[in-house]
Every structure is written in C-alpha cells, then in structure tokens.
C-alpha cells in the first residue's frame, strides 16, 4: 500500500472503533447508524476525504494525511473550505460545518468552531457520533462557558485559596489546556480544588471531572470532604448536589459528576480488565514509580470514549505522572489541572510553565499556615562507612526469609562487607538501628524537645515493611514501653486496619510513635505530628518534600495537649532526626528557616539594633516571629501590633522573608530607578522557597 492508502485504512478502523460506520460515496446510507463516515464525498470546492453524518445530516468532516505528514496545521486551511458550503439540498446540522478533524492514521487533531475563538487541538481518537450530536446542540459550548464564569464569592476561601481558584478559571477562559497550581502542604490544597471543581460543574458546564489521587486511601480521604463540603450558593453538601463516585471497582456509574479513582485502576479500566486488586493502588507512585519501566500504552476502548472527561485533576501529580503514565492522561480530551506542593522542573515542563498559583513552604510559615522546621543529625559510622562481617570457624548468622520473616542460620565462607547503602536491605544490623533509637530517646527532652516530659507525636519513615518491623520492636525495647507506644502503620499491618491505627494516631495519646514506609508519607494529615525519623534516604526531592510536609501541619495549642502534649505549649515547629543524612544531600535548596538555632531571640534582636544585616539573620528573625506568635495571647498580639506601627508579627516576618527574593528585589530595584521590569522566568518552586 502506498502511505496515503496506508494512511486511509487505519483512519477506517479507528473512525469505526470510535462508533463511526465507514462506507463509500456510490454504496452510502446516511441512516444505517447514527453516525456514518463517507469516503471522498464531493462539496462545491472539491472533494473531502470523509463527511460526517450524524442522525442524518452532516456535521463534519475529517482530512487524511499519509503518516509522517509535516504540519497538520497547515492542513486547517484545507479543512476550513470544507465547511463553509454544501451542496443544495444536502441536510446539515448547521452551516458552516461545526467539526473537522485532521488525521494521519498516528495523529489527529480537531477543532470546533463553535467555540469562541476556535482553534485545533490534539485528541488521541475520534469523538463518538452521540457526542458531537450532543455538541451541536448545546447552546453554549463548553470554552464558552468557562469564558464567561460568575466572580468568586466564598466566605469559605481563604486570600490564597480565592487567588489560586480565580487564576485557574482565568487560565482556562484563556483555553490553557494544561493548568499548575503549587500550594504548600496543609494550606487547604483539596479543599480549593474541590471549591473549583463544584464551580466547574455549577457554572463551567463540565459533565464529569476525573479526581486522581496518589493512592486508594488518599482517594478515601478526597471522597469525604467532598461529602463534607458545602456549596456557598445553596448551602446543601456536593454529595447532595452531585453524585460522586469513588472507584472500588472497574466500573464507571454513568451518572457521577466527579469519579475519585487511581490512576492504576484508570488503566486497568481503559485495557478492559473487569477486576482490579485494591493492593495495587495501595502503595504511592513515589514508591513504585508505576509497575512497569516502559510508558503504560494506552489503546482506543469504546466503553471510555475520550470524551468521558471534561477535566482531569491529578493531586500529588510527580514526575511518573507524566512519564511512565502519561498516555493514560493524553487519552482523554480534557483540561489537565495539576495540584501540588512541591512541583519539580519536570513537571512545570510538562505544564508548559503555566504555574497559575506559586505558594510555598516559605509563604505559608509567614502567613501562619505552616510551621517550620530544625534539623537535628545523628550520625552512625555503620550507616557512613558500612562494615565487615569476617567468616570465622564455627560462626552461623541467620538468613532472613523476606516473606516470611523466618531465620535460618547458615556459615559464611567468606567476609561479608556491606556498605550503608545495603544495609536493612540486603543485611539487617539490629545494633545499628538500636544505636539511633537509643540515642533519639537520650537527646530527646534534653536537645531535640528540651524541657517536654512526654514523647511528642513521632513518625519514624523505614526503608520496607520488614525494616519496619524491626524498628517498631526496637523503639518499643528501648523506650520500655508496651506495645500500643509504638505501632507499624503499612499496608502489610494485620490485626487492626491501617486507616484505624493511622486515626489513632492522629486522634488519641498512643501510638506516641508511628513506623510507616510510605502510607503516611503522601497527602495524609496528622496535625499533631512533631517529629519526624528518617531511617531511610529518598532519591526524589519531590518525594522528600512530601514527605517532610507530614510535619508542617499546623496544630493549636488544644489540638496538641488533646492527644497527650499536656507539657507542649503549642506546636511551633517541627524536627527531622535525620540518621542517614537525608537533608545533606542537596536533593533540593530546601533548608530550615532558623538559619542561626543556637542563638538567642534577644540577641537577634540586639543584632538588628546595632544595625547589623544579612540573609541568615532576616531568615532566623522570620522563623522566631512565627514560633513567637503561635505562643501568644490575643492581647500580647494587639500590643505588639501597636508597638509595630499596626503591622502584626506575621507582617513583620513576611517582609523579612520578601527581603530574601531575589525577583521581589529586581522589581523594587525597577521600580526605584526607572528600569524596564524584569521579564518572568519559569522556575520551580522550591528555587524560592528555602525552607523545604
């Protein structure tokens, strides 16, 4: 076959998989099927290479182009003389002809013209017939409704939440088709989702969105405050509104508005698997990084028309998203809307650097949403060095059964040197992990938390579930406690279910301390959390800050004494007990805002007195101003505001904080001297904020 029949005869099959019944200009019968796609149809200004029947009356066309072909842009040119006139007599939905594709049999591209400023773009199949019936008869299409949205009114929304929900409806009004919104942990990332995701379906005319999540028990979590959140026009819940669907099974209730699934199950679904093992969407995709080393290939599957989905919303979206997934995402023809607190270069890429909301760890410690953090290290020379079991006569050591568990005792034939990197993978060494607990526990009340009586709430991150299982015995040891102190929270944990231990955890006096790999690690909230163990190093920085979020949640002073921090004053800030060095590897330039810990507050304020300047001086003021003001009263706020020229402490340690940007200085520099102003740069994140 030559290209351009080549070309023709994959353009049949998928125009027929896509519902379309594919017959020849001297054989048709517009009326065999609802849609009917006729090869070399003759118009006015020549013949087009497939007319578009729906219900009887034409409705589009398609253009085909031999595999290979160099611009399917410029090929619009040909299409739009298509459309604009049919033969007399010849029944058409409307004139011009509303929908035209372009195809090469590998690529196709469509553009509506319907919308208010119409324009192609890449779809991964064919609309069905229904839905472009269903197009043709709306009276406002979609673009056109996000085009012209009601302004934001929500008490409920806080200044951040209200700025990142205006400025996504502003992208897609702008028909963006890729939209990032960044968003520190535990700034009300879900719930500012959720209030533009109810405005999309209210007023935007989506008929169904996606809500991806990270993992089945985030999808839980996503599922409630959908339940629990109240739409500020009518006042009655989005469940009452709307049916929501969190997938359990692969199975798409027609009717749901929003479908809350994994993206593991999403594929399974679009191969056609009936059954899909909950198991798998257990662990995060910052564990497994999918379960392939391959992209996941996607094929056409007429029970998901790429039609399904108006938008897609990826929360906790990283980088195998859109690498070892991203056909799964390509295949629906939807707005993509990516939540994250800690995008990479990667992913603000794959956004085409349309970052419609930039708030960070720096920010919201400013702002009172989070708190921040010290670092104290412990370091083992097993964990920098490794070390050397030597074969001696007579010496069994055991062999652990991954599995199982089990010990067998065998005798080594040779020294058996092992570096930290091995080590609770491929050779456990109890001494080593009881080294850093027993220190953890000698340091904790009188370096790490001096003054505190009671174990704050710790989480302690293990390398896998077996490594686990030695430091909850371990802690459990050393601490002399029983074993309620201290509990494993994984997916491998029996007895109790997970999501019972885990609310424990949040809500009562024990567990004080919670080993997880990675079911804690990701999007899960547990306010009084003070402390966090890394046993464990983490290759991605993404990760690594998700990870460190767990403990920037902020708690009040109740919340805190309500599980057992009787002697806690209020949660200040958190610590990482870095015992692998974790924080040293310059993954990101995350670094604590106390830049100065041994310092006095007094002497820092002695120092600005002086005169004296800096970034880490302005940085450690910031980071005592908020610890300081989650520990006063309303009244000592008031006095110091007055003593402040009305500026209250978060002000103060905002503008300390803006004096370490090195954008905001540009443009004060610009503005002081009349210089042009400095042109944006796309950036991640983290390159602002420092702290995480």
Not at 28 to 44: C, D, K, S, T, W
Not at 606 to 611: F, I, K
Request: glycine share 6%; aromatic share 8%; proline share 6%.
């Amino acid at each position: 076959m030559t290209p351009e029949l080549l070309a023709r005869h994959e353009i049949d099959r998928q125009l027929a998989a896509c519902g379309w019944t594919v017959q020849d200009r001297k054989r048709m019968n517009i009326y065999a099927q609802p849609g009917v796609a006729v090869r070399e149809f003759q118009l006015p200004s020549g013949a087009v290479d497939y007319a578009l029947y729906a219900d009887g009356k034409v409705n589009g066309t398609v253009e085909a182009k031999p595999e290979g072909h160099g611009s399917l842009s410029g090929v619009e040119v040909q299409s739009t003389k298509y459309v604009t006139a049919l033969p007399p007599g010849i029944p058409a939905h409307r004139l011009p002809l509303p929908f035209h594709y372009e195809a090469t049999g590998t690529v196709t591209q469509f553009t509506n013209l319907l919308d208010p400023a119409p324009r192609s773009r890449p779809v991964f199949a064919f609309h069905r017939p229904e839905e472009l019936l269903r197009l043709v008869g709306l009276d406002r299409q979609l673009r056109s409704s996000l085009a012209d949205m009601p302004p934001l009114a929500d008490e409920k929304l806080w200044r951040v939440q209200a700025e990142a929900v205006t400025n996504l409806e502003k992208s897609l009004a702008q028909n963006r088709p890729r939209s990032l919104v960044q968003m520190a942990t535990g700034s009300g990332k879900t719930f500012t989702a959720i209030s533009a995701v109810y405005r999309l379906v209210k007023y935007g005319g989506a008929r169904r969105v996606l809500f991806l999540v990270d993992r089945t028990n985030l999808g839980r979590q996503t599922f409630r405050e959908f339940q629990q959140y109240t739409s500020p026009a009518t006042g009655r819940a989005f469940t009452e509104e709307y049916n929501v669907q969190h997938l359990t099974k692969n199975a798409l209730d027609p009717v749901c508005r929003v479908c809350i699934t994994t993206i593991q199950r999403l594929y399974s679904m679009l191969r056609g698997e009936a059954e899909f093992d909950e198991r798998n969407e257990e662990g995060s995709l910052y564990e497994t990084g999918g379960p392939a080393k391959e992209v996941a290939a996607v094929a056409y599957n007429p029970k998901f028309p790429v039609e399904a989905f108006d938008f897609i919303v990826a929360d906790e979206c990283h980088r195998s998203i859109y690498n070892l997934w991203r056909q799964v995402l390509d295949y629906f023809d939807a707005f993509l809307v990516g939540l994250t607190a800690t995008p990479t270069k990667q992913t603000i890429g794959f956004f085409a650097n349309n970052l419609v909301m930039e708030y960070g760890h720096e920010q919201a410690v400013a702002d009172g949403v989070n708190v921040g953090f010290d670092v104290y290290r412990i370091r083992t020379k097993i964990t920098e060095e490794g070390a050397t079991i030597e074969a001696e006569p007579g010496l069994f050591v055991p062999r652990r059964d991954r599995r199982t568990r089990k010990d067998r005792y065998e005798a080594l034939d040779d020294d058996l040197t092992y570096n930290g990197t091995q080590l609770d993978r491929d050779v456990v060494n109890p001494d080593q992990i009881r080294l850093v607990v027993r220190t953890f526990r000698d340091r904790l009340f009188t370096e790490i938390f001096p003054g505190r009586k009671e174990v704050p709430k710790t989480l302690i991150f293990a390398k896998d579930d077996n490594h686990a299982e030695d430091i909850t015995r371990v802690v459990r040891e050393e601490f002399g406690r029983g074993g309620d102190f201290c509990q494993k929270i994984t997916y491998r944990t029996t007895g109790k279910k997970p999501e019972d231990l885990l609310a424990e955890f949040r809500n009562s006096f024990n567990p004080r301390v919670a080993v997880s790999v990675d079911m804690i690690a990701t999007g899960t909230d547990v306010k009084p959390l003070e402390c966090l163990v890394f046993l464990r190093n983490v290759k991605s920085a993404g990760y690594f800050e998700q990870m460190k979020g767990r403990g920037a949640r902020i708690a009040s002073r109740d919340e805190i004494q309500s599980v057992g921090g009787e002697d806690a004053p209020a949660k200040t800030h958190f610590v990482i007990v870095d015992a692998v060095g974790v924080c040293e590897q310059d993954k990101t330039e995350s670094k604590p805002l106390d830049r100065q810990p041994s310092v006095p507050l007094d002497k820092l304020l002695n120092n600005v007195a002086v005169g004296m300047a800096g970034p880490d001086l302005a940085s450690t003021l910031a980071a005592r101003l908020t610890r300081l003001d989650r520990q006063l009263t309303d009244a000592q706020r008031a006095e110091l505001a007055g003593l402040a020229g009305g500026r209250a402490v978060p002000d103060l340690a905002a503008g300390l904080l803006t004096s370490l940007d090195p954008d905001a200085q540009a443009a004060r520099a610009a503005e002081k001297y009349g210089l042009p102003p400095v042109s944006s740069r796309p950036r991640s994140s983290w390159t602002r904020c420092r702290t995480r």
